[in-house]
């Protein structure tokens, strides 16, 4: 049998046995977490923990229901771990956390807890750990095209520019902003050069040539 096909019917059959005690196992998780990681504990101050097992049984049920249809599983365990960053949680805490959760599926699963099924979980788990932090990483990038199409919606576009202010703006690398900079730069001479050209055409008609000249040509280099 195909080594993840054999993983995932392990966890399937074996959370049958969570099912069976779904309130009291993720409260155990949370006693749990806390006692091998007080340093937790300041995360969860302002938390309700009887909320807070129902949510996390309830992402394991997701979990667990979707283990194969991994993209499905990617389009919310990405998002979710954006909103765990903002709840404060940082890479070092998933390991932490995966060790309490394994300790209290070895506890409720019990007699069919095996080997092959630690293993099973331990690999899923860290499965888990790689699409949330995948889901961060994404929303840190910026596509250095999708900025500077937002950049020239804002040099010739007033009604975009209100628009894009109402987006949240996402950190730049050095690189983009250099990059950015001197598009910048080039539009702006590019804009300058046009107008120039419009002003001498419309003096010429009217025989300020040598003033022109002067003026536009020798005093306003680009």
């Known amino acids: 049998m195909n080594t993840d096909l054999l993983r995932i019917e392990l966890v ?11 309130e009291d196992f993720a ?29 996390l049984y309830g992402s394991l049920v997701l979990l667990v229901e979707n283990i194969r249809n991994p993209e499905v599983l990617q389009s ?32 409720y699963i019990d007699d069919e807890w095996t080997p092959a099924v630690e293993k099973a ?26 900025e500077i199409e937002k950049h020239e919606q804002n040099e010739f576009n007033t009604s975009s520019v209100e628009k894009i202010k109402m987006r ?12 950015l900079k ?12 046009f107008w120039r050209t419009i002003f001498i055409s419309v003096l010429l008609k009217h025989g300020n040539t040598l003033l022109l000249i002067k003026h536009f040509v020798f005093a306003h280099d680009v």
């Open 121 to 146: 979980w331990v690999t899923t788990y860290g499965a888990v750990v790689d699409m949330m932090l995948k889901g961060i990483e994404q929303a840190q990038e910026v596509p250095e095209e999708e």
């Open 27 to 55: 409260l155990t998780f949370y006693d749990q977490l806390f006692i091998e990681s007080p340093q937790l504990k300041p995360l969860f101050e302002q938390t309700n923990i009887p909320k807070q097992s129902e949510k």
């Open 182 to 193: 001197d598009r910048n730069n080039l539009l702006t001479k590019i804009n300058r050069w």
């Open 168 to 179: 949240p703006r996402k950190k730049l690398t050095y690189t983009q902003k250099v990059k």
């Open 76 to 107: 919310v365990l990405g998002p979710l771990g954006e909103k765990h960053k903002g709840y404060g949680a940082i890479e070092k805490h998933y390991p932490l956390v995966g060790s309490a959760l394994i300790h209290t599926l070895a506890k």
């Open 12 to 22: 399937e059959k074996s959370f049958e046995k969570i099912r069976q005690n779904k």
